[in-house]
């Protein structure tokens, strides 16, 4: 899409020069024409504007009728263009891209120049007639359309605007930010091209700025908008800034409430201009169905978008009381307009306050161009000189109007070199549905905020970013430090006595009245550990370290001899009953520890840690961990896989199309192998094939398909996506084309009232079959060169398999394009004629009542078999959508090969039953009469007529002369009754009796018709054939005359004449 503008652009540049050459050598001529009664110089405008085939049409009407007042107010000014006045010429877009290129072409190729356009109404129409604007040197003002890609330098280098976009609110954001010291963020946005464009954009500036993007979620749908928000959720996000349009506000602030992402703790920012006000009266006043049901309460909703925060654009300047440019305030300029717009027929939009300021735009654009020109800065040109070769007026259009400032009716407008506008944003405040302007930030960026911050947030204070985590020393209590160290002399004296008691009765084996604490095996080693210390020391002071000093010298005033104590503490080492003792120089014992772990209630040793520190596991870390069998992880894991193909839908789609398959060259070997046996020959084998050929087609369809969904080929392929088209739609049309084409040869031969003698060929039939195949050509050629199928990737949330630590998101590829429905819609007329077409022929022959000819009962059944297998297929498919994709895929290959196979299988099986039946029946006349034997001799037993079209001879002859000696078969004549067949004879029947090989009587019944040659006609009538009865009264008819038989055997005669024609 991208290229199709530049190419549209390649081809109206040399247009451009040609009508430059023009242009210039009509130049004096036309500034004569163009002079006005009034005396003033005409300047050209133009806009493009979609006024009919258009929902925006009334909008579009409305700024053609409003930018020529607009004008008409500016040419009122005698210091604005002084001797110029500005007109304006228009043209209807009708609201597409290429419709606006050629009404772009026939406004600048027909009249006067036109110096600038003013207006394009919408976003593709912009990216369009931007682009070749730049080719007729020709300033763009924008107004109303909405899209960020018409600012690129690179490709639109002549369009402004004065509307807001998207992107417009990022520096806003910002400015909040900065206001609270806010350095850690999270996106979320609706999946759509704006805001994806404005989200990389605030990206960049939160980069830019240090500031933390914690995480940014998509939501894709409603439904996936539960998993975004538990990513949020998930991040700890306080700071939220979304971008989502009203419709979609709903489900977004609902999952946000049941997930708890709102309240003083949070708070969202978010793009204004999409967001429209009393939405959540809106949603829930909607008609039933109109949209998805959420599990949330209009109150609930209210609750959880309390005091969000919305960056708005300013249509219509706050400051009423400043007077702008027009002359007038922002109040009188609205009184101004409504007077204007009750008189319009057309709807007024909230975006006139912009197209009001790009007209003055661009009249003080070429009031200050003027002004330079005058001065000679090109010499003695002057604006009315302007062509579209004139590169050098247009740099200085260009350059005048990102000179000019000046207040409109929307705030102070001015540009920036990008052609982006600089003006003023709002700040508004979301309350209980009711929207409250509490900031503005003017054109310096600067915020001024309109409330105080008590008032602005729910909870009267700002929320924090993130959590904060304060670690201080915890103070101590100087009562608890008196009582613990009380006590804890009382226990110090209390275990020294109880240590003395142990030694002095530790020969006492009496049991003690006392509990036994679970510390005892401590007690235990501090007394040795404190006797083992005294033995050390002593054993140095018999050394004499300390003189003649000896432990009983003992004092609370010997320092000397407590460091010694001290000393010898520290240095012993012993096994004690706790495990190994030792001490270190601030007091804590070196020892052992254990790991343990808990579980039912019950506490397993799991791992020790010895006085080395070192940890060794007495249990796997298979058992070791609470329904993981793997170490805990650090953090979530997020995994990325291409969705799995289910097994069983492969082998049932694959079973099935084997099926089909197998059947197919079944009937092919059939039908190849029986191509001379009557009966078949009759059906036309030739066109059987093609049958089977197009059914073959349609396997192979059913064949990629699967190799598609499995992943046998590349996933990326988009060429695949063709091939499926092209198998389906040519099989479907070979296949019933073929089935199409006998009944019509059917229908020619047997409902015409004069049937002429010809002969309907297969090579005929084939090439019928060949038109519609070219007919589906006229659709599937333009559609694979124009609008090719590609394969687009999706992502999809397992929520089955994702875990606390573990989210799996599973990609899978489908092949689409945006106007794919449109060609879906041709195909599926043109097989729904066919269709129609084929149910009318088989329902014209059902009178044909010969089955090895005519299938026009089997061809109904086909077609209500097609029919109601479309009529369910087509629809699920259409609504399950692209992320059900085995359920697609199955109802797609069960379908088709189900079809497929049970239309084969009603269209051969009957003929595989008919091959061994006598199939060509002769008539004979056989005459007799009890007195009239010379005459039996003279009119001899002869063929009338083969049945028609049948293939081969047979040797009934001498069979049926045989009965006709032994009067076994009888000719008469009579009167046809009403009920007869109506295209009979009026004159008689020939009833034959014959008896059948297999049956011993049969009854075949052919309908009139009429065969010509030449000068001679003749019908042949109704034919009734059943066994002879041998008791029937042989003088039945030999009261007719001679003269009767003689005619009789006329008309055998001449039958028999032109049946052999």
Not at 387 to 397: A, E, G, N, P, Q
Not at 821 to 846: D, H, N, P, Q, S
Request: glycine letters at 6%.
């Amino acid at each position: 899409m991208e290229q199709f503008p530049r190419l549209v652009s390649l081809l109206c540049v040399q247009a451009a020069v040609a009508f430059a050459s023009t242009t210039n050598a009509s130049q004096d001529v036309n500034a004569t024409a163009n002079s006005s009664q009034n005396g003033l110089i005409p300047l050209y405008i133009g806009t493009l504007q979609p006024t009919s085939g258009h929902w925006w049409s009334s909008y579009g009407r409305y700024y053609v009728d409003f930018l020529q007042w607009i004008f008409d107010d500016i040419n009122s000014r005698q210091d604005i263009l002084p001797g110029y006045e500005l007109r304006l010429e228009w043209r209807d877009t009708r609201g597409q891209a290429g419709m606006a290129a050629r009404q772009m072409f026939e406004l600048l190729t027909t009249g006067p120049p036109k110096l600038a356009l003013c207006g394009v109404g919408l976003s593709d129409e912009l990216l369009m007639v931007g682009n070749v604007a730049q080719y007729y040197n020709l300033p763009l003002l924008s107004f109303s359309a909405k899209t960020s890609n018409s600012l690129s330098r690179d490709g639109f280098p002549s369009v402004y605007i004065t509307n807001y976009l998207a992107e417009s609110a990022n520096p806003p954001f910002l400015a909040i930010l900065d206001t609270f010291k806010w350095t850690r963020v999270a996106t979320l946005i609706y999946k759509d091209v704006m805001f994806e464009t404005q989200m990389q954009e605030f990206h960049a500036l939160l980069r830019e700025r240090n500031i933390s993007l914690v995480t940014s979620a998509v939501v894709t749908d409603y439904t996936t908008s539960s998993y975004s928000l538990k990513l949020l959720k998930q991040f700890d996000a306080r700071i939220i800034v979304g971008a989502f349009r009203s419709i979609q506000a709903p489900y977004i602030f609902c999952e946000a409430y049941r997930h708890g992402l709102y309240g003083p703790s949070f708070l969202w920012l978010l793009t204004g201009g999409s967001m429209y006000d009393g939405w959540i009266e809106t949603f829930y006043n909607r008609e039933e169905g109109e949209f998805p049901k959420i599990p949330c309460t209009r109150q609930q909703l209210v609750e959880a978008s309390h005091g969000y925060l919305a960056v708005d654009e300013v249509y219509l300047r706050p400051d009423r009381s400043v007077v702008t440019v027009a002359g007038m305030t922002a109040s009188e300029y609205q009184e101004h307009v409504t007077n204007f717009s009750s008189n319009s027929p057309n709807r007024e939009s909230r975006s006139s306050p912009y197209a009001y300021d790009a007209a003055w735009a661009l009249a003080l654009t070429l009031n200050r161009t003027q002004m330079k020109l005058s001065q000679g800065i090109l010499g003695a040109t002057r604006l009315e000189d302007f062509d579209y070769s004139r590169k050098d007026m247009f740099d200085l259009i260009l350059a005048s109007l990102e000179e000019i400032t000046f207040e409109g009716v929307s705030g102070e407008v001015s540009f920036l070199a990008s052609g982006r506008r600089v003006g003023p944003h709002l700040i508004t405040r979301y309350s209980n549905d009711v929207k409250t302007l509490v900031g503005i930030i003017d054109t310096d960026k600067k915020l001024v905020w309109q409330m105080s911050h008590r008032d602005l947030f729910y909870g009267y204070k700002p929320p924090r970013d993130r959590v904060i985590y304060v670690i201080k020393r915890l103070p101590p209590s100087t009562a608890a430090v008196t009582v613990v160290l009380a006590t804890n002399c009382v226990g110090i004296f209390s275990a020294v006595g109880f240590l003395a008691f142990n030694i002095v009765y530790r020969k006492n084996s009496s049991n003690s009245p006392n509990r036994e604490s679970r510390s005892s095996p401590y007690a235990y080693d501090a007394a040795w550990a404190l006797a083992l210390t005294l033995n050390r020391t002593q054993m140095k002071l018999s050394q004499g370290i300390l003189g003649a000093t000896r432990l009983e010298d003992f004092d609370y005033s010997r320092k000397d001899m407590f460091d010694l104590i001290l000393a010898s503490l520290e240095e012993i080492t012993f096994e004690g009953v706790s495990g190994e003792v030792s001490f270190l120089a601030s007091g804590r014992r070196v020892g052992p520890h254990l790991i343990t772990r808990y579980s039912n209630d019950v506490k397993t040793l799991v791992g020790i840690i010895d006085t080395d520190k070192k940890l060794v596991w007495q249990m796997s870390h298979r058992d070791l961990f609470y329904g993981r069998y793997t170490a805990v992880l650090l953090g979530v894991i997020y995994v990325i896989k291409r969705l799995p193909p289910s097994t069983a839908a492969v082998t049932v789609v694959l079973a099935t199309n084997s099926v089909g398959i197998f059947s197919a060259v079944g009937f092919l070997a059939f039908n190849i192998v029986y191509r001379k046996n009557s009966n078949i020959k009759m059906s036309s084998p030739t066109i059987n094939n093609v049958i089977v050929l197009g059914a073959l087609l349609m396997y192979m369809f059913v064949f990629t398909l699967t190799t598609d969904y499995a992943q046998w080929s590349d996933v990326h392929n988009s060429a695949i996506c063709s091939i499926q088209i092209w198998l389906a739609c040519t099989g479907f049309t070979v296949a019933f084309g073929a089935l199409f084409s006998k009944t019509w040869r059917v229908h020619a031969l047997f409902r015409q009232s004069q049937l002429k003698r010809k002969v309907i060929r297969d090579a005929r039939l084939l090439s019928n079959v060949l038109l519609l195949v070219l007919a589906d050509m006229v659709i599937l050629i333009p559609w694979t060169a124009v609008n090719t199928l590609v394969k687009e990737e999706h992502e999809q949330p397992a929520e089955e398999e994702s875990t606390l630590d573990r989210r799996v998101t599973y990609k899978y590829t489908t092949c689409t394009h945006p106007k794919k429905i449109y060609w879906y819609m041709a195909e599926y007329v043109f097989k729904g004629l066919l269709l129609v077409f084929g149910a009318f022929l088989a329902w014209e022959t059902r009178e044909v009542r010969i089955p090895a000819l005519n299938d026009s009962k089997l061809i109904g059944f086909c077609i209500y078999n097609i029919a109601v297998f479309c009529a369910l297929a087509v629809p699920v498919v259409h609504v399950l959508g692209q992320e059900r994709l085995t359920l697609t895929f199955l109802v797609v290959g069960l379908f088709v090969s189900l079809c497929t196979t049970l239309v084969l299988c009603i269209l051969f099986i009957p003929k595989v039953r008919l091959r061994h039946k006598i199939s060509a029946v002769r008539f004979f006349s056989s005459f007799k009469g009890s007195d009239n034997n010379s005459l039996n001799n003279q009119l001899p037993t002869r063929p009338v007529a083969d049945q028609a079209l049948a293939g081969s001879r047979m040797d009934l002859v001498p069979e049926v002369k045989e009965q006709v000696q032994n009067n076994q078969v009888t000719c008469e004549t009579h009167i046809p009754q009403k009920n007869d067949i109506q295209t009979a004879d009026p004159n008689h029947m020939i009833t034959l009796a014959v008896p059948d090989r297999s049956t011993g009587s049969k009854q075949l019944s052919t309908s009139s018709s009429s065969l010509t040659d030449q000068n001679e006609t003749c019908r042949l009538c109704p034919v009734k054939l059943n066994s002879s009865d041998p008791g029937r009264n042989r003088d039945e008819s030999a009261g007719k005359s001679k003269d009767s038989l003689i005619q009789l055997q006329a008309e055998v005669e001449r039958l028999n004449a032109c049946l052999a024609k």
